[in-house]
């Protein structure tokens, strides 16, 4: 009878992954209580369809939630996070690829790239963020919260430039001048 049960949950499950209906596949997963390995020749072919059209993020994110192989996890990943360069969404890509696994160099190649985009933007703060969050090289935390605390210098706000100073740890003297100008 449970044997019965499962064999009509995987075969609704299967449907509505024929459908595309993805968010309804997975309740069916859910309530029949159906393990991964019943569901797999139904996933690939919706990562396989999903790949054909170019939907490598929704392709990747089937991967990863139903355990497919990682090699196919990977490259739909991988084709995703390239497209996200290529839009010049580098922040978004940078977190991609951190969450798919991809490797350490695109994780970084994304976040110079989003730190860069950040400071031509005149976005000191949001480079400073990037710089702390993917582990940057020391010297571009420093640029970006050296540009931070001369904007809040140069804008009087004193006691915010104080703070920048004392977060990222730049030399005493800029400190000072920031408290000197507060008292």
């Given amino acids: 009878m449970a044997d019965s049960k499962l064999a009509e949950g995987a075969k609704l499950f299967a449907i509505k992954m024929n459908l595309g209906s993805y968010q309804e596949a997975a309740k ?6 159906l393990p991964n390995d019943m569901l ?3 996933v690939q072919k919706a990562y396989d369809a999903n790949m054909k059209k170019g939907d490598y993020s929704l392709a990747a994110d089937l991967a990863k939630k139903y355990d497919l192989p990682a090699d196919l996890r990977l490259e739909a990943a991988a084709r995703s996070f390239n497209r996200k360069i290529d839009s010049e969404f580098y922040r978004a890509a940078a977190d991609y690829a951190k969450e798919y696994g991809l490797s350490q160099d695109m994780v970084r190649q994304a976040a110079v790239q989003a730190f860069n985009k950040s400071m031509s933007f005149g976005l000191v703060k949001n480079a400073a963020e990037i710089a ?5 090289p020391h010297e571009m935390l420093l640029q970006a919260a050296v540009k931070s605390y001369e904007n809040h210098m140069q804008a009087g706000l004193y006691r915010k430039a104080l703070k920048v100073a004392q977060k990222y740890k730049l030399p005493p003297e800029m400190a000072a001048a920031a408290e000197k100008k507060i008292n």
Avoid: C, Q, T, Y
């Avoid at 069916?28 to 209580?33: H, V």
């Avoid at 702390?132 to 940057?136: A, I, K, M, P, Q």
């Fill in 132 to 136: 702390e969050e993917f582990e940057l």
């Fill in 28 to 33: 069916i997963k859910s309530d029949f209580g």
């Fill in 40 to 42: 797999i020749e139904a």
